[in-house]
């Protein structure tokens, strides 16, 4: 069981200091790291799967399910059986946890985790954070006398 995504983006430390022009953010690599709050679910994950023979993923059945999924094998991958006849990992379908939902997805386990809808969360993910990051540090920066002056440290803006 995951709380959600495990890892989280951000700058590296270089591109930390506020006074540095937003600009610069749009072009900045990022880093994904693992969350504080979930190290202890990765090092469940990875000793329960320790001499595992094969993976299914139950998450939620939309983009960020599928992004998840990839963080739990990333997090198991020296953990699960290599092979080349048999695949390993599947990925159960549904739609809710009605008995008749849960048989049929543990019956059609023929899927894998889908890698594209999992990049474009990846891809939102840099999006959000160099935009949020940007725009917070450039309209905190041109209203700084005026925020200052309210008591305020930093306007910031979040685009999801």
């Given at each position: 069981s995951?709380?959600g995504?495990?890892?989280?983006?951000?700058?590296?430390?270089?591109?930390k200091?506020?006074?540095?022009?937003?600009?610069?953010l749009?072009?900045?690599?990022t880093i994904?790291?693992?969350d504080?709050?979930?190290?202890?679910v990765?090092?469940?994950l990875?000793?329960?799967?320790?001499?595992?023979?094969?993976v299914?993923?139950?998450?939620?059945?939309?983009?960020?399910?599928e992004?998840?999924?990839f963080?739990?094998?990333?997090?198991?991958k020296?953990?699960?059986?290599k092979?080349t006849?048999v695949?390993r990992?599947?990925?159960?379908?549904f739609?809710?946890?009605?008995?008749?939902?849960?048989v049929?997805a543990?019956?059609g386990?023929?899927?894998?985790?889908?890698?594209n809808?999992?990049?474009?969360?990846?891809?939102?993910?840099?999006?959000?954070?160099?935009?949020?990051v940007?725009?917070?540090?450039?309209?905190?920066?041109r209203?700084?006398?005026?925020?200052k002056?309210?008591?305020?440290?930093?306007?910031t803006?979040?685009?999801?």
């Open positions: 995951v709380p995504l495990v890892y989280n983006r951000d700058f590296p430390n270089t591109y200091d506020r006074r540095k022009d937003p600009v610069v749009f072009d900045a690599p994904r790291a693992c504080k709050r979930a190290r202890p990765a090092k469940h990875q000793m329960v799967s320790s001499n595992c023979d094969f299914v993923l139950w998450l939620d059945c939309d983009k960020e399910g992004n998840i999924c963080e739990v094998l990333d997090i198991c020296n953990n699960i059986p092979s006849k695949q990992v599947y990925r159960a379908k739609s809710s946890i009605a008995n008749k939902d849960i049929a543990f019956e386990l023929k899927h894998q985790p889908n890698y809808e999992s990049i474009s969360v990846d891809a939102r993910q840099v999006l959000d954070l160099k935009i949020g940007a725009f917070s540090r450039y309209q905190t920066n209203l700084a006398p005026s925020i002056r309210a008591g305020i440290r930093m306007l803006y979040g685009p999801c």
